[in-house]
């Protein structure tokens, strides 16, 4: 029966991660670079140490580069004078963190030249600092290579003001579920909003002249007053724990505490509401759908074997003959 249950979580693992599952693997530089995962770990720490809303950071990069042409490092590449690139686009002006990709990319060349990708390196950088916010720890495979496009024209991102069904939706294109959707949603719990995002919702929703019913008052009046600063302030989208990778995002959006018109909207859609009611239940159970949704986010679209490149520095193409 042991062996059984084995062969049946082999299957399993492989509808979820069909053809990248197979050419990804745990410990994939175990032999080609065998520190590779303790120096991302090492610097993500001492990061953290210093900000911990580099987790938040390292999220977003992380899932604003997979839903643009897969995992394959395409939003590291800076805009040149001849070339735009993703980083150009509007949804990834707040995109933040280059610095720490950068800096753990000069020390894997140092001691592994041209072996660990840039797309690899994002993906360790978020496990680890997910872990450090009081998240799960989990493995991911690795094996990803760097991708040899990045253009501003490919960035199509959903918006905070989509409705659940299309969240969804753009999630399902991706071959990911109503599960994955929620629950990697549910990584706003460490996340921020600039006003600009939100701002209707607080005094004039749709062109009534009035807040957001479903926004609770007291939150609303608390947000109007932070949002009157200059430069587009920031709040935390969960104001219980905001430096916590926990499930109490859950818990405030069904207290009508949601920052975001998206993130409000999943308390009370059908297609989502029970979800969240079960995340906010059980933080366990929040923490595992979250591992399996964000593992196989990291296999969209990737690139390996001798598809893309290893990049020698994360912010540009390899030069060619």
């Known amino acids: ?23 990804l693997r745990i410990g994939f530089y175990s032999r080609s670079c065998p520190q590779a995962e303790t120096i991302v770990r090492d610097l993500v720490r001492q990061r953290f140490g ?4 580099i987790t938040a950071a390292l999220l977003r990069m992380h899932f604003h580069d997979c839903f643009v042409r897969g995992c394959d490092a395409s939003l590291l590449i800076d805009t040149t004078s001849t070339r735009t690139s993703e980083k150009s686009a509007g949804p990834n002006f707040s995109v933040r963190g280059f610095d720490l990709i950068d800096q753990i990319k000069t020390q894997l060349e140092a001691q592994c030249p041209s072996t660990v990708s840039c797309a690899d390196i994002v993906t360790l950088a978020t496990r680890d600092s997910v872990a450090l916010a009081g998240g799960p720890s989990y493995t991911v495979p690795t094996g990803r290579r760097d991708g040899l496009v990045s253009s501003p024209l490919d ?21 990911m579920n109503s599960f994955d959707a929620v629950a990697l949603l549910g990584a706003h719990t460490v996340g921020v909003g600039h006003c600009s995002l939100f701002q209707d919702r607080l005094t004039n929703f749709q062109g009534t002249g009035r807040p957001d019913p479903s926004m609770d008052p007291v939150l609303a009046a ?27 995002f859950f818990k405030q959006i069904r207290r009508k505490r949601g920052v975001l018109q998206l993130d409000q909207r999943l308390a009370t859609a059908g297609a989502t509401r029970g979800l969240v009611a079960l995340f906010e239940a059980n933080n366990a159970f929040f923490k595992r759908q979250f591992v399996k949704s964000i593992v196989k986010m990291g296999t969209i679209e990737v690139l390996t074997g001798q598809s893309g490149e290893i990049r020698k520095n994360c912010r540009a193409f390899n030069r060619r003959a």
């Open 50 to 53: 210093r900000d911990r809303t």
């Open 155 to 175: 960035v199509n991102l959903p918006g905070p003001t989509i409705s659940v069904d299309g969240a969804i939706g753009f999630f399902k294109s991706k071959r």
């Open 222 to 248: 608390r947000l109007r007053s932070t949002c009157a600063g200059p430069n587009d302030p920031t709040t935390a989208l969960d104001q219980g724990t905001p430096l916590v990778f926990d499930n109490m």
């Open 1 to 23: 029966m042991k062996g059984a249950h084995k062969f049946s979580f082999l299957v399993l693992s492989f509808l979820i991660f069909p053809i990248a599952f197979a050419q």
